[in-house]
């Protein structure tokens, strides 16, 4: 008997090693511990055995059964396991396919530049306000200082609904409704749509953007107007950016300039877009002229202020390189869609 | 304005690179366009003399001529030219030279053209002869004798020297930008004294002391006499008598060339000139043709007829003010002359006119007539009428320092209130506080008299009187720009304003950014479209004779009827768009639009009308429907903190297809239509596909949003779902039968979803199925299967009841 358990327990090794699944092996296991089992034949036969015998030959007996018990589940998990890898091996996925992805909308690059530029101008303290496109003749250009006959009054220059009311031209009205309304300290950019009779063509748009800006309060000096716009210029275009201003004239602030940005692209040292100077013009500025800030009811003695004003559209351009201004009111999807 | 540096440097000393020349004067003030480069590339011309013309035997129209171009031999160079004769100086090209070109009747060459030796018709040719337009010179400024044909040259010349040096035709000609606020800028002398005050060197003024003729006055042969004086602040003549009309001497044409202007003869071109270096525009008429020797300055009858210099007739009218004689008109005063005393080739005694008239009437005539010109821009402008004086000298000086005439003595001068500047106070404390800097009054000063400005200091006040021509210097403010301008903008310091103020956007500007953030996270693009609008979309959107939307606000004076009115709907402009795309084959497209329309009504501010936010989202392509878009919509509505909206069936909406269109009811107020749009719409934007559209009232979703938040705990008890699916009549709609589910749950109803609506076999037709998930559920308790059973059958009953609905086995 001892001799068939070791017989057993050799044959069982063997077609262990065999098992090359774990069928085989549930299937070896019935054969040897099933019912009707080899090892449960002979367990069953050890009742005609001796007593002292049968002790004996059952500590052999569950020894080995304990034996192939713990081979056929070592072997068992060892095919598992293999199993497993073979299911991973087979699951293999090309990772280089294109990924399914949920369709998210695009921003409008004129609004995408708009919240740039506030962005920038909120961090720095600015609340945004806002005025309405259609203007009087007052808030658009007599409160601005602008000439009785300035020729950016005439019908080929603005749009007019009436002789007085007509749509705003720039959105430097905001800056007079703004005075009228709040007591200084004031601090507020104004962005918002523009009106001129311009026909269209691929750097002009009848329609177009513009940010306005206005700080006014106590001590406001032109050297702020120069640290406030230096510190936007260089959150917008980069630490590089550096900044120019010229001398220059608008109606409604003196002394007025415009300011110039170190070229984005090639940093100054000259190229197409800065059209060789290492600069481009970003935006007209200057300290607010008192006759403005009286219009507003401020005390031109006790406060000054600057204010500026740049073309969205012109920053939207550059920035992207859009060579059509049309483009940005054709809204392709196609075109749209390049600036997520 | 055109300057030639050259002749700038008539005024003052320039020492420096024309390339820092521009920068500087940027910097104080003058911005400029361009610097152009005249006579530049130019290589290898020379000045030759003409020593003989022969026939060309094998060609009519080509000669063989043999020019001294200061060699041994003669260059020999066949020319077509027919204006040249033996004596001539005239410009060569040799062999290998090059002329910036374009050569006569060819098109103009990138880089200019190289002149090689060659044979006309069999006759070697070494080189060629060539015309002011062939060296680079722009057309409208050849001198109208050299238009046609080789440039002859006038004066003398050693043959052979090179043109460039021969004619002094290098100089650089920077076009600087004149801002409307410095007229006085306009001038030769005007940029002097910027680049005087820019460089520190001194300013010189122009010889205008004539010798003049003691024997005649000029009050011999005319009086002058101003009518109306506030069109009219003076009027300043001058006789000069014995003139000789001839061509300007070389100098004086190549500077009115370089600043732009055709020399056509001395005494037009000295006017011209003097107009340039003064900015005062000149006249001279030939006094023969000035009547009764008056000139009275007055204004025409309405619907007088005068022919200006240029031969046109022309219809004045009672406020355009006009130079007469004693018998009629003979200049538009600042505009232009007559025909009828023009200087003519014979002429020999002249009236040299400089008047100061009035900007706003000479625009306002200029305008009506159609008529504009170099004089009458200068005009608008606004000028010192101090100039008027100073400039007929100088016209007067230059005829005789050109020989061109003996001018009589003194001038007739009606001036009838003399202008004078005022001097302004200057607070140099306030100067220093507006710019951030801390300069000493004496630096101001300085400052100040380098820009010709006369000033006195007390203390903290300078008193500057500017000198007249600067007619923008008013007040205090006008003083800083100077100070900074010429301190300079690059010297200011570098601060942050002080103080601090709170940045906020209002609760609308958030909503706004809020229902961009949800719309662009459902899938759908930004556009931005026009607030002027044809009126045609509102008939190609069907819109009711009627409605509020018709009422349009329309422009006077647009560019088009395409974009004549203001938009009172953004549906139109989002059509166009989506029917953009199509037509460009983008097969799927989700957009929106948030901006303004405009109302015709005075509830606005003042005069002006309401201007009102709305939102308009669309769809269209593979996958949407009606449902994809109201679903999208619903999760705008929930993420603005919208809520209690419904959706009730609208048949009226005349862009929507009648039986998919729904109207946004929320609490009785209407926010809103969504739908398909009509297919008629959609054809007439050729638009081949369903196209889904949502109209919102943003005010309305203002007025409407509510962002408060409040936790509800987690469920502790287990939910009890029932599905139920019932046949109902088609016209019974899905949410009145949730409307009663919802009445009927008791407090236990959780939920209700539909997940199944079924039409056909074994419905019957006319009939739906639909199939709804209820959930149950009490917060405080294990539901049982009667109390679940008890509430679901009263549900079952109610909508048996109150809908026709008949239960279907499951």
Not at chain 1, 150 to 163: A, L
Not at chain 2, 32 to 45: H, N, P, R, S, Y
Not at chain 2, 198 to 224: H, M, N, W
């Amino acid at each position: 008997m001892q001799n068939q358990l070791k017989t057993i327990l050799e044959e069982a090794k063997e077609q262990l090693k065999n098992a090359v699944s774990l069928t085989e092996a549930e299937e070896l296991r019935v054969k040897l511990l099933g019912k009707k089992g080899k090892m449960t034949e002979i367990l069953r036969s050890m009742g005609s055995l001796s007593p002292e015998d049968r002790k004996q030959m059952g500590m052999i007996a569950n020894a080995t059964r304990a034996e192939i018990e713990g081979l056929l589940s070592e072997r068992m998990n060892a095919l598992k396991e293999m199993q497993k890898n073979a299911r991973l091996q087979a699951e293999t996925i090309d990772v280089t396919e294109p990924g399914v992805s949920r369709k998210l909308g695009t921003k409008h690059p004129i609004s995408i530049t708009i919240d740039q530029v506030c962005q920038v101008f909120t961090s720095m303290g600015f609340s945004v306000v806002e005025g309405p496109e259609i203007e009087t003749v007052f808030y658009n250009f007599d409160a601005l200082n602008a000439p009785k006959n300035h020729p950016s009054r005439d019908m080929s220059d603005t749009f007019y609904i009436t002789d007085d009311v007509l749509l705003r031209t720039q959105t430097s009205p905001v800056q007079v409704r703004t005075l009228m309304k709040q007591k200084p300290p004031i601090k507020v950019i104004a962005p918002g749509r523009c009106f001129r009779c311009d026909t269209p063509d691929a750097t002009h748009s009848p329609m177009f953007h513009q940010i306005e800006g206005l700080v006014v309060g106590e001590n406001i000096t032109m050297a702020d107007l120069k640290g406030t716009l230096d510190a936007f210029a260089k959150q917008l275009f980069g630490p590089e950016a550096k900044t120019k201003f010229r001398p220059h004239h608008f109606p409604f602030t003196e002394p007025s300039a415009e300011m110039d940005v170190s070229c984005f692209k090639c940093g100054g040292t000259g190229c197409n877009v800065c059209k060789g100077s290492g600069w481009i013009e970003i935006l007209g500025c200057g300290m607010v002229h008192p006759h403005v800030l009286q219009v507003g009811g401020v005390d031109t003695e006790k406060y000054t202020g600057f204010a500026f004003g740049m073309g969205v559209e012109r920053v939207a351009m550059l920035k992207y390189g859009i060579d059509d201004i049309r483009l940005l009111y054709e809204n392709d999807m196609r075109f749209i869609e390049q600036f997520r | 304005m055109l300057v030639p540096v050259q002749w700038l440097k008539e005024y003052t000393d320039i020492k420096v690179s024309t390339e820092e020349f521009c920068d500087r004067m940027i910097m104080s003030g003058s911005n400029l366009e361009t610097v152009e480069e005249f006579g530049a590339g130019i290589q290898g011309v020379v000045v030759g003399k003409i020593v003989s013309i022969e026939k060309h035997p094998d060609a009519d129209k080509l000669v063989i001529t043999q020019i001294d171009t200061g060699k041994e031999e003669t260059t020999q160079i066949v020319t077509g030219a027919a204006n040249i004769s033996v004596g001539d100086y005239v410009p060569v090209c040799l062999h290998g030279s090059h002329i910036p070109g374009p050569l006569h009747g060819q098109p103009k060459q990138p880089g200019g053209v190289t002149i090689k030796r060659g044979k006309l018709r069999g006759v070697a040719s070494d080189g060629m002869l060539c015309s002011c337009s062939e060296l680079g010179i722009e057309d409208k400024v050849v001198p109208v004798k050299h238009k046609d044909g080789i440039w002859i040259l006038e004066g003398e010349y050693t043959p052979g020297t090179d043109i460039v040096e021969a004619l002094n035709l290098r100089d650089s000609v920077v076009d600087f930008e004149i801002t409307p606020n410095r007229p006085d800028c306009l001038s030769m002398i005007g940029m002097a004294r910027e680049a005087s005050a820019t460089f520190g060197t001194p300013l010189r003024y122009p010889d205008i002391c004539c010798k003049a003729c003691a024997e005649e006055k000029s009050s011999d042969y005319i009086s002058v006499e101003i009518k109306k004086p506030q069109l009219c602040r003076r009027y300043v003549g001058r006789v000069v008598k014995d003139v000789k009309i001839a061509q300007s001497p070389w100098w004086l044409q190549k500077r009115l060339m370089t600043a732009g202007m055709r020399p056509i003869n001395n005494i037009v071109d000295i006017t011209n000139y003097v107009m340039l270096e003064y900015g005062q525009p000149m006249h001279a008429f030939d006094i023969r043709n000035v009547k009764g020797g008056k000139i009275i300055v007055d204004t025409a009858a309405e619907g007088e007829s005068f022919v200006t210099l240029d031969g046109t007739q022309r219809t004045l009218h009672s406020d355009s003010l006009l130079i007469k004689d004693a018998e009629r008109g003979v200049a538009l005063a600042g505009i232009m002359g007559g025909l009828n005393s023009e200087i003519e080739d014979d002429t020999t005694m002249i009236l040299v006119e400089g008047a100061n008239f009035n900007g706003d009437n000479v625009r306002s005539t200029s305008k009506k007539l159609g008529l504009r010109t170099e004089a009458s821009s200068r005009f608008e402008k606004g000028i010192d009428p101090n100039l008027t004086e100073q400039a007929v000298e100088r016209v007067c000086r230059l005829i005789e320092l050109l020989g061109a005439g003996t001018v009589l003595s003194g001038t007739v001068d009606c001036y009838p209130e003399v202008y004078r500047a005022q001097p302004v106070y200057v607070r140099a404390s306030r100067v220093n506080q507006v710019l951030g800097i801390s300069l000493s009054a004496s630096e101001m000063e300085g400052i100040f008299r380098s820009l010709e400005m006369q000033t006195e200091a007390a203390g903290d006040v300078i008193t500057v009187t500017p000198p007249t021509v600067r007619q923008d210097l008013l007040e205090e403010v006008d003083f800083v720009e100077e100070i900074a301008r010429m301190y300079g903008y690059d010297r200011l310091p570098v601060t942050l304003p002080a103080g601090n103020t709170q940045a906020a956007k209002t609760q609308k500007q958030l909503l706004r950014d809020m229902a961009k953030g949800e719309l662009l996270g459902l899938g759908f693009n930004e556009i931005q479209t026009y607030s002027f609008v044809s009126p045609k979309g509102l008939d190609a959107i069907r819109m009711k004779e009627d409605a509020e939307g018709r009422k349009l606000i329309r422009l006077l004076n647009p560019l088009g009827e395409d974009t004549s009115v203001m938009r009172t709907t953004l549906l139109p402009n989002m059509l166009e768009v989506l029917a953009r795309n199509y037509t460009r084959n983008n097969a799927k497209v989700s957009a929106f639009e948030l901006g303004n329309t405009f109302i015709n009504n005075h509830s606005g501010d003042g005069p002006l009308p309401e201007e009102r936010d709305a939102l308009c989202i669309a769809c269209y392509g593979e996958g949407e429907s009606f449902y994809t878009l109201k679903g999208a919509v619903c999760q705008l509505l929930a993420g603005l903190g919208v809520k209690e909206v419904c959706f009730f069936p609208e048949a009226e909406e005349r862009a929507y297809h009648p039986g998919r269109c729904a109207k946004l009811l929320r609490q009785g107020e209407e926010i809103g239509v969504l739908g398909e749009i009509h297919p008629d719409v959609a054809e007439k934007y050729g638009i081949g596909t369903r196209v889904y559209c949502c109209q919102l009232n943003f005010d309305a979703l203002y007025a409407a949003a509510d962002h408060t938040k409040s936790y509800r705990p987690l469920p502790k008890y287990p939910a009890v779902a029932r599905d139920i699916a019932l046949t109902v009549k088609e016209e019974v709609l899905v949410a009145s039968l949730e409307d009663v589910i919802r009445k009927n749950g008791k407090d236990i109803l959780e939920s209700v979803a539909l997940f199944d609506v079924y039409r056909g076999k074994p419905i019957k037709a006319g009939e739906k199925s639909v199939a709804f998930n209820l959930t149950y559920r009490a917060a405080d308790r294990t539901l049982t299967d009667e109390e679940v059973s008890t509430v679901h059958g009263g549900v079952i009953n109610a909508l048996a009841q109150q809908c026709g609905a008949v239960l279907r086995e499951m």
